[in-house]
């Protein structure tokens, strides 16, 4: 099914991670043109470059741009620059964040700082810096990589969950803002995904997980990496907005 997404700029932070990668590819597969945020080297896209190249996907199609999140001053120079570049930006994926995994009693101040910082005020300030462009484009789409873990589970989480049941929020407080001006906010509720995120849970805890996962497996990037471009897409979610998209092979029904 051709997605209508070839003639799309979209800015993806998180592109350096595992779920990240995957929408970047699941995007570029679709033609459109990524802007993938990145730490460090750029040399840390390298592997998404070559996954390019075996592809037979042209390198312009992936303009990063280097951006830590925590910087939460320059989110508005990040947004200037990519609009100086690219003249518009369609979608925004907020795929970045950081879990932590402690007793609650465990945690020091500096934790909640953390937790909520990365995973909810970079997200926030970031999605209002490309609401502003997007509001005189008057469209846009915006995906909010959330968690399971925002409305279910969430022992020894509990900072972690808390910071992304407030991402569920923003994103449907958002999207009745925003509605009327053209502009589509839903968040993806991930459940247990194969990435370095979640390596340390699924060694800790064995098996357990998968075996009380309905489709007996754990979730793959490209799982998350598809829901996306089905809400991305004016063609398959144009009536679809402020909703939590929950991507778990069915655990969260137990
Ligand atoms: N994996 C799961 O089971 C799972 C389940 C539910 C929800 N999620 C959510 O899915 C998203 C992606 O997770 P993942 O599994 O792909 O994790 P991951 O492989 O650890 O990737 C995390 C990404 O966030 C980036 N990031 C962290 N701090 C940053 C900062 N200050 N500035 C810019 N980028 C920063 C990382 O960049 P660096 O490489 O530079 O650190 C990396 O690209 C997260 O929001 C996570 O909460 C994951």
């Not at 925590?70 to 100086?84: G, P």
Request: hydrophobic share 40%.
């Amino acid at each position: 099914m051709n997605l209508n997404l070839d003639t799309k700029i979209i800015l993806i932070s998180g592109a350096t991670g595992g779920i990240g990668e995957g929408i970047c590819q699941a995007f570029l597969e679709e033609k459109a043109m990524i802007v993938p945020l990145f730490r460090g080297h750029s040399e840390r896209l390298n592997p998404l470059f070559t996954w390019m190249e075996n592809h037979g996907i042209s390198k312009d199609m992936c303009q990063p741009e280097n951006f830590d999140l925590k910087d939460k001053s320059k989110s508005k120079k990040l947004v200037q620059s990519v609009l100086e570049k690219h003249g518009k930006i369609d979608i925004l994926v907020n795929c970045a964040g950081k879990s932590m995994e402690k007793p609650f009693l465990l945690h020091e101040d500096e934790d909640f700082n953390e937790m909520l910082d990365l995973n909810f005020t970079s997200l926030a300030v970031l999605t209002r810096e490309v609401l502003r462009p997007m509001m005189k484009q008057r469209s846009g789409s915006i995906i909010n990589i959330s968690s399971l873990l925002s409305h279910r589970f969430g022992r020894g989480v509990t900072a972690y969950a808390a910071a992304k049941a407030g991402v569920d929020r923003l994103t449907e407080s958002l999207a009745s803002e925003m509605g009327k001006k053209g502009i589509r906010i839903n968040s993806i509720c991930p459940g247990v995904i194969e990435t370095k995120m979640s390596n340390a849970l699924t060694f800790n805890l064995g098996d357990q997980l998968m075996e009380r996962t309905p489709l007996g497996r754990y979730g793959k990037p490209e799982d998350i990496a598809q829901a996306c471009l089905f809400l991305a897409s004016e063609k398959t979610a144009s009536f679809i907005t402020g909703q939590r998209f929950v991507v778990d092979g069915g655990i969260s029904l137990l």
